[in-house]
């Protein structure tokens, strides 16, 4: 039985404690937040959740095996740094860092603790990405030739990171997990179109070294809320829709197309369309909650997570880079191994 501290219960905080208290595994948790408005709706939603503004309280509790870090980014490397000192294991949601060397202090303090380092890439946990990683796999969609997706919203009413880091970070990770691969080459397209001081949309591309891309649209200008993903291998493609849930996910055969081949003498009708869709039954889980289990899954048995802290570092090198990139006026940026 694992005991939990959440510090952060603003936006995403309250969610990380319902999902913690939905686990067998899960023995109590304690909540801490600097808002004591925060606190009074958390007990209120949560009777059972002991509060505290003090994190201290958090590090000095000897029932708490994991502390959980739901708080602005920046506030993330000091954080992290007192919890895994404290010996607890990490979670922390995304992303993991405001710097890469933020990260790599966080992973390299992970390891001498010899402590799991989880980062919050939701998505990957999501049961029709999860079933699309296993289609591309087993070469059910042949090889991957290219991925993009689409990403938009009405954005937060505050907040301290862009849009790049803020909704990029979901569609960089997902890539990353579909290709099994880092990018070698980030280019990034940007605008500040309706924030008076934050890019509010932007463009990514990310080249890889075999030859395939994957590019991303970011956006908080939209009322429409998308959430799109699509990867295309040379045999079939899937789409992740979101609206869609819980028949998220779509996958397409190649299609037809009588023109190849086509002389001149043959005389057929010349037409091409969509393969067979097929809509696979998924998990019924909610993607936060298989996160959470996953998290103490890996506390039990000492195997790093799906998301560790490698994965959160290397997206966050993906999204600096990005950054780097609108500075110099979208030129690519190399990464380096």
């Given amino acids: 039985m694992i005991g939990v501290g959440v510090v952060g219960v603003g936006y995403w905080g309250p969610n990380l404690v319902r999902s913690l208290l939905s686990l067998p595994d899960c023995k109590l948790v304690r909540a801490c937040d600097a808002k004591a408005g925060r606190l009074r709706y958390l007990k209120e939603q949560f009777p059972q959740v002991e509060v505290t503004s003090d994190y201290a309280d958090l590090l000095h509790d000897s029932r708490l095996d994991a502390i959980c870090i739901a708080t602005p980014v920046s506030t993330h490397r000091d954080l992290a740094l007192r919890a895994l000192a404290s010996g607890r294991h990490v979670f922390v949601e995304k992303p993991l860092a405001p710097s890469s060397q933020d990260a790599l202090d966080i992973v390299e303090a992970a390891a001498h603790r010899d402590r799991v380092l989880a980062t919050g890439h939701l998505f990957v946990y999501h049961p029709a990405i999860v079933r699309l990683r296993e289609e591309l796999s087993a070469g059910k969609l042949g090889t991957l030739c290219y991925m993009e997706s689409e990403r938009v919203n009405l954005g937060p009413p505050a907040s301290e990171v862009d849009v790049i880091w803020d909704l990029a970070v979901h569609d960089v990770s997902i890539a990353i997990y579909l290709s099994d691969q880092q990018p070698v080459e980030v280019v990034a397209f940007a605008g500040r179109y309706v924030h008076p001081s934050l890019l509010d949309m932007a463009l990514l591309v ?18 429409n809320k998308v959430r799109r993903f699509f990867a295309v291998g040379t045999t079939g493609s899937g789409l992740f829709d979101g609206r869609f849930e819980p028949k998220a996910l779509s996958l397409f055969d190649q299609g037809y197309d009588s023109r190849i081949g086509a002389g001149d003498d043959q005389v057929v009708e010349l037409k091409y369309g969509a393969g067979e869709v097929r809509v696979p039954d998924l998990p019924a889980i909610e993607p936060l909650r298989a996160e959470c289990q996953h998290f103490f899954e890996c506390i039990l048995s000492g195997r790093p997570p799906r998301a560790d802290g490698l994965a959160g570092l290397n997206v966050v090198r993906i999204l600096e880079a990005a950054e780097r990139s609108v500075t110099l006026g979208s030129r690519a940026v190399v990464l380096r191994s």
């Fill in 206 to 223: 990310l080249r890889y070294g075999d030859g395939r891309l994957s590019h991303h649209h970011v956006s908080w200008l939209s009322p």
